[in-house]
């Protein structure tokens, strides 16, 4: 089985940062992909950001330029460094990793984390 617990999320001020980990237990960490997610209120989760077993990163749009998603294989832990945040970014953020897939489709994601909340104040 393969564990993720989130830490790092908080109430933060516009424009401020946060940096959100994910620890991973259970199994070989850098045989997975893994991906960033979140769920805003009343809405569906979405895709954030996902990392390959190499580091190589990708964004949705709205977060392209103020988050950054990167990977420590000897901690067995991913980040999302959050920069700049704003009030619309204000969500459960949950972390996932899949032994095969690494693409934006949260559907086919296997597992997944508790999530940790970001709220963002004006």
């Known amino acids: 089985q393969v564990q993720l617990v989130e830490s790092g999320g908080g109430l933060v001020q516009a424009g401020g940062s946060l940096r959100l980990s994910c620890a991973a237990s259970?199994?070989?960490?850098?045989?997975?992909?893994m991906g960033w997610f979140r769920q805003a209120p009343g809405k569906e989760r979405e895709f954030v950001a996902t990392?390959?077993?190499?580091?190589?990163?990708s964004y949705t749009d709205s977060v392209k330029g103020r988050f950054t998603a990167s990977r420590d294989n000897a901690k067995n832990t991913v980040y999302l460094q959050i920069n700049s945040l704003k009030s619309e970014d204000t969500a459960v953020y949950y972390c996932?990793?899949?032994?095969?897939?690494?693409?934006?489709?949260?559907?086919?994601?296997?597992?997944w984390g508790q999530g940790t909340q970001v709220t963002v104040s004006s």
């Open positions: 996932a990793v899949d032994r095969f897939y690494g693409g934006s489709d949260v559907r086919r994601w296997l597992y």
């Open positions: 259970g199994r070989t960490f850098s045989d997975y992909a």
């Open positions: 990392i390959t077993r190499t580091g190589g990163a």
